[in-house]
């Protein structure tokens, strides 16, 4: 397991953009999957987006795509997700996750590691 820490959540107007950081603890970080799911009230927490390891392949919900990027930096073990053209469904609160294969599965149930959560509120 790696411990992670997000931050960057925050309120915005609907069509604003924000950037999330997740900063990783542990030697192995490049070799692990980082994906970014998040979690609204009343719902099941779901993927958003995921960056595999090695190869950097990366996968996205279809309701994120062409205004969230996920994109890593293994020299700072660093995950980010940045987030453009925001609606209000995209509020919720967004974690963070790695996994301990090169893949970035969309189920939570493949994931070890998880951090805190951070709140992310757009306004209409």
């Known amino acids: 397991q790696v411990q992670l820490v997000e931050s960057g959540g925050g309120l915005v107007q609907a069509g604003g953009s924000l950037r999330l950081s997740c900063a990783a603890s542990g030697r192995t970080f490049s070799n692990r999957a980082m994906a970014w799911f998040r979690q609204s009230a009343g719902n099941e927490r779901e993927f958003v987006a995921g960056?595999?390891?090695?190869?950097?392949?990366?996968q996205y919900q279809d309701s994120v795509k062409g205004r969230f990027t996920i994109s890593r930096d293994n020299a700072k073990n660093t995950v980010y997700l940045k987030m453009t053209s925001l609606k209000p469904e995209d509020t919720a609160v967004y974690y963070c996750?790695?996994?301990?294969?090169?893949?970035?599965?969309?189920?939570?149930?493949?994931?070890?590691?998880w951090g805190q959560g951070t709140q992310v509120t757009v306004s209409s």
């Open positions: 960056i595999r390891g090695s190869d950097n392949i990366i």
């Open positions: 996750a790695s996994n301990p294969t090169i893949y970035a599965y969309t189920d939570v149930e493949m994931y070890d590691s």
